[in-house]
């Protein structure tokens, strides 16, 4: 069973800060990308950020360029997003993923295994 665990959620006001980490065993993940995604309700989900496993070919969704950035850090086993200047429209849960390929994209199908999520709330 493959684990994948996020953290580093939780409650920040508007114009704030908050760092996800998204851990995996290094077997698991250091030679595949990895991306991030955002579930709001009553929205559908929405791709974040991916980046390859040698921390290269990243990608971002619209909605997060300029504020969000991921990179990979502890022999490419982590994947970090770095989320500046948040909106309430941030708020949502977030999910990391392990793609099934070396390059990661934006499609939620090229993601093999995923985790729980953790919640992140902007306050306006």
Same mark, same amino acid.
């Given at each position: ?43 559908? %989900?929405?791709? /974040? #950020?991916? @980046?390859?496993?040698? &921390? ?43 793609? %099934?390929?070396? /390059? #990661?994209? @934006?499609?939620?199908? &090229? ?14």
């Amino acid at each position: 069973q493959v684990q994948v665990k996020e953290s580093g959620g939780g409650l920040v006001q508007t114009g704030g800060s908050l760092t996800l980490s998204c851990g995996t065993s290094r077997r698991t993940s250091s030679n595949n990308g990895m991306g991030w995604f955002r579930h709001a309700p009553g929205k559908e %989900r929405e791709f /974040v #950020a991916a @980046i390859a496993w040698n &921390g290269g070919h990243i990608l971002y969704g619209d909605s997060v360029k300029g504020r969000f950035t991921i990179s990979r850090r502890y022999g490419n086993s982590t994947a970090v997003l770095q989320m500046d200047n948040l909106k309430p429209e941030d708020t949502a849960v977030y999910y990391c993923a392990i793609g %099934r390929s070396a /390059v #990661a994209g @934006i499609s939620p199908s &090229g993601y093999a295994y995923w985790g729980q999520g953790t919640q992140v709330t902007v306050s306006s």
